[in-house]
C-alpha cells in the first residue's frame, strides 16, 4: 500500500514563502516520479509541477519561476518551494506519485497515488 504525507501547508501574506514536504512509501509507487498538483474550491485539479527520475522538471506556467521542486531520494521526500505565492496559488496542495510501471506524466494529478493534501491560503 502507497501512503504519501504532506506537511508544511499554511496562512501566508501575498509575496511570502512556504515549503511542502511530501513522505512516502516505495511499496509499489515509482519512486523515480512524484509531483504536485493544487485544486480550489469550485476548480479544476491544476498540475503544478513533476520531478521525473533523471532529475528533469515541469511546472505550470503559472508557477514558473516562482515555484521548485525537489526531492530526496534517501529520505524518499518530495519537496516544494514556493516563493512570491499570490492570493491565486491559495488551493489544496497534494503529492503525487505514479505506480511503477505507469508513465512519468507531466501532469500528476493523473498519478495513481496522491496524499490527503495540505492547505495553503495566500491573503
Known amino acids: 500500500h502507497v501512503q504519501l504525507v504532506e506537511s508544511g501547508g499554511g496562512s501566508v501574506q501575498s509575496g511570502g514563502s512556504l515549503t511542502l514536504s511530501c513522505v512516502g512509501t516505495?511499496?509499489?509507487?515509482?519512486?523515480?516520479?512524484m509531483g504536485w498538483f493544487r485544486q480550489a474550491p469550485g476548480k479544476e485539479r491544476e498540475a503544478v509541477a513533476r520531478?521525473?527520475?533523471?532529475?528533469?522538471?515541469t511546472y505550470a506556467e503559472s508557477v514558473k519561476g516562482r515555484f521548485t521542486i525537489s526531492k530526496d531520494n534517501v529520505k524518499n521526500t518530495l519537496y516544494l518551494q514556493m516563493n512570491g505565492l499570490k492570493p491565486e496559488d491559495t488551493a489544496m496542495y497534494y503529492c503525487a506519485a505514479p505506480a511503477i510501471g505507469d508513465i512519468c506524466d507531466t501532469d500528476a494529478s493523473r498519478f495513481r497515488y496522491r496524499g490527503q493534501g495540505t492547505q495553503v491560503t495566500v491573503s
Open positions: 520531478i521525473a527520475g533523471d532529475g528533469s522538471t
Open positions: 516505495k511499496s509499489t509507487a515509482s519512486a523515480d516520479c
